[in-house]
């Protein structure tokens, strides 16, 4: 079904977001400010997160667990799916990829080539499906470790293999979580440090409240609505703009249908210039401007600075053009 731009809704937007730090910095507290989640523990790493931010979570103990407690009636409660963390979540893919085929393994028990193309296409098979089925946000968590590029060292996300650029390709947000000084913050622009992903005005790096006895545990919460009211902002901006570009190219259009004579098309240069301009109106002019002057027999003397009758084209000329 065609569907118009003002058809879509900006309260039916879904993110998908990473996050990544070393261990203990915070991130699973950090993954259950989301919306309204469910805990997807493949972890099992609960109880080091404060039982005051703990949410409703499951802990499948194999991917075909998992792939079994992921249906629309499970999650029909929860808005925001947690995964903690990316890097077991592949560990259970590859097993069971495994399992499927044992040319997915080699005899250390490790992924073969085909292996990691397979968890890869069937990691992105996963996250449409959380994320274009049942309709959630998606956050995904993961460790980070040093490599060392050269004389830098750099952050990466924990995880084996090519399966890194699976991770990121359908990420809206993906940010490293680091300790400056007494603050927590989350970094979503790329960096010498760390690759990152900012997308509709998230970007940059943000401070993380720290929680007190009090506090809610809504920081992704919050960031998502400003990340929704920004793709609101831009829609709004895009249908005025809209409407200045038809509203001027009619204008201009009106403009060009009274020229009649060399004068009134230098009036109508004039004019159509000094028109309120915007996305592509003057280039669409330009165009209709010019097939009107061909129409008329006109062109544009730079010298004089004015249009002029095109002149008649001699016998030689016109012989010539004709063989």
């Not at 560990?91 to 992924?111: C, E, F, H, N, V």
């Not at 830098?152 to 924990?158: C, E, H, P, S």
């Not at 010019?290 to 249009?307: A, M, R």
Request: hydrophobic share 35%; charged share 30%; proline share 5%.
């Amino acid at each position: 079904m065609i569907k118009m731009p003002t058809d879509y809704k900006e309260d039916d937007k879904r993110i998908r977001m990473l996050i990544a730090g070393y261990p203990g910095i915070g991130k699973s507290t950090l993954a259950l400010s989301a919306p309204n989640p469910l805990h997807i523990d493949v972890d099992f790493g609960i109880d080091r997160i404060e039982p005051r931010y703990r949410v409703p979570f499951i802990q499948p103990k194999s991917y075909d667990e998992l792939l079994g407690d992921l249906t629309p009636v499970n999650v029909q409660d929860f808005d925001t799916l947690v995964f903690d963390t990316g890097g077991k979540l592949f560990t259970l893919m590859s097993l069971w990829a495994i399992m499927k085929d044992p040319k997915y393994g080699q005899r250390d028990g490790s992924l073969s080539l085909k292996g990691y193309g397979a968890v890869g296409r069937e990691f992105a098979r996963l996250m449409d499906h959380c994320f274009y089925d049942l309709h959630k946000h998606i956050v995904m968590v993961f460790h980070a470790v040093e490599e060392k590029d050269g004389e830098n060292t750099r952050l990466r996300i924990k995880i084996e293999g090519q399966t890194k650029n699976n991770v990121w390709e359908n990420m809206d947000l993906g940010g490293f979580v680091e300790v400056i000084g007494n603050d927590r913050t989350i970094g979503f622009s790329n960096c010498e440090r760390y690759f990152a992903k900012g997308t509709r005005g998230i970007n940059g790096v943000l401070k993380i409240p720290a929680l007190g006895p009090d506090s809610p545990n809504d920081f992704l919460t919050r960031l998502f609505k400003k990340y929704c009211s920004n793709i609101a902002a831009e829609s709004e901006k895009v249908g005025e703009d809209q409407k200045k570009y038809a509203e001027v190219v009619a204008a201009g259009k009106a403009i060009l249908e009274k020229v009649k004579t060399p004068e009134d098309a230098d009036g109508a240069v004039e004019a159509i210039a000094n028109l309120p301009h915007v996305l592509t109106s003057r280039a669409e002019l330009q165009a209709v401007y010019g097939e009107t002057v061909k129409k008329l027999g006109l062109f544009w003397d730079p010298i004089l600075k004015k249009h002029t009758p095109a002149p008649a084209k001699k016998d030689g000329e016109a012989k010539g053009a004709a063989q």
